[in-house]
């Protein structure tokens, strides 16, 4: 018995080197963190297949699925009904409270996920997000309905109540849809009755807030990606915080795209776009197919690249505590 005794206690104070490795854990993979889209819940089929392909390409990550309420049927409720400030707040409640996550996560948003993550990042991140891959995000919001057909007169009535309804209070309170609707002929009236995505984008001129923009800097890769033909998100370049010209300048004829680099909040920098940009960590891409079409050739190669990395936690924390 003495033997194996002694030889242990050698080893374990022969060298401060040594005994960094035997107390260092093995290699963490980064957790990741979804939050899924309109019209679906956090354990859909489809989302908990995504999850298995991820755990396949990245085996032993740890995958959290972001839930606004545990039922089924009031997850997918509250994609359309709910204030989404109180939403992202509870949300990152959530995310704190989850040990696995406590050294930082990467993040994929879905859709409208996609904005209501960046929120998460810049108003919270805490835990901090590492690299935030948004899939058919709505960034600048959405301008228009998708198109009616033709002669389809219920259609065009819908879309009509719902562009003069938008920015009543109720909407603005309970409407999902409604807090990122950014009309490009009615900008006054969304910078004053929108709380949600003006706020996130740094719009109000007189209400910026800097943390947003040093919370998003922090990010080691944001990845945004278009959908070619996404006819759900009008315009689609919304996903690259591009948006119609505003109805009232005089040079742009209705509906020209403005990209995100001639956008306000870019070139004067207000949420850190420019930021990330100019230090190569802003990454736009396109994946063929319509709205979150998620074929294995659009996410896998991003999958593969931004998610899935190995944690260092510091060595030099172990073997100071030996020491
Ligand atoms: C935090 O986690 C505990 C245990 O899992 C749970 O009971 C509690 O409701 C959670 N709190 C929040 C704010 O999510
Ligand atoms: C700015 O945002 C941070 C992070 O959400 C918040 O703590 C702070 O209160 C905000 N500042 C103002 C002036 O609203």
Not at 139 to 167: E, F, W
Request: aromatic share 10%; net charge negative.
């Amino acid at each position: 018995m003495g033997i194996p005794f002694f030889a242990t206690y050698a080893l374990l104070f022969a060298s401060s080197v040594w005994s960094a490795a035997v107390h260092t854990p093995l290699p963490q993979l980064r957790p990741l963190v979804i939050w899924h889209g309109m019209g679906d819940t956090y354990d859909a089929p489809g989302i908990l297949e995504f999850i298995q392909e991820v755990q396949d390409m990245h085996p032993g990550i740890f995958v959290h699925s972001i839930y606004l309420q545990e039922a089924s049927d009031e997850d997918r409720k509250a994609g359309y009904f709910g204030n989404v400030n109180e939403q992202v707040e509870f949300v990152a409640k959530q995310l704190n409270n989850i040990t696995e996550l406590q050294h930082g996560f990467d993040a994929m948003g879905f859709s409208q996920g996609g904005q209501f993550l960046r929120a998460y990042v810049e108003r919270s991140n805490s835990p901090p997000v590492n690299n935030l891959i948004t899939f058919g995000a709505q960034h600048m919001g959405v301008s228009d309905l998708p198109a009616c057909k033709p002669y389809d007169i219920t259609c065009q009535l819908a879309r009509r109540a719902t562009r003069n309804g938008v920015y009543t209070e109720w909407a603005q309170a309970n409407v999902v849809q409604a807090q990122y609707y950014r009309d490009a002929d009615q900008l006054p009236r969304y910078l004053e009755r929108n709380h949600f995505l003006p706020s996130i984008n740094n719009e109000v001129d007189d209400d910026v807030n800097a943390t947003y923009a040093s919370n998003l800097e922090a990010l080691n890769k944001l990845v945004l990606v278009m959908f070619a033909k996404d006819t759900m998100v009008v315009p689609k370049e919304s996903s690259w915080f591009g948006s119609y010209a505003p109805a009232d300048d005089a040079l742009a004829p209705a509906k020209t795209i403005i990209p995100m680099r001639l956008q306000p909040l870019y070139t004067q920098n207000r949420i850190g776009l420019r930021t990330l940009d100019d230090r190569g960590d802003l990454i736009l891409t396109t994946c063929d197919g319509a709205h979150m079409q998620l074929s294995d050739g659009c996410w896998k190669p991003l999958a593969q690249e931004y998610t899935g990395g190995v944690i260092h936690l510091s060595q030099s924390k172990y073997v100071l505590q030996v020491q």
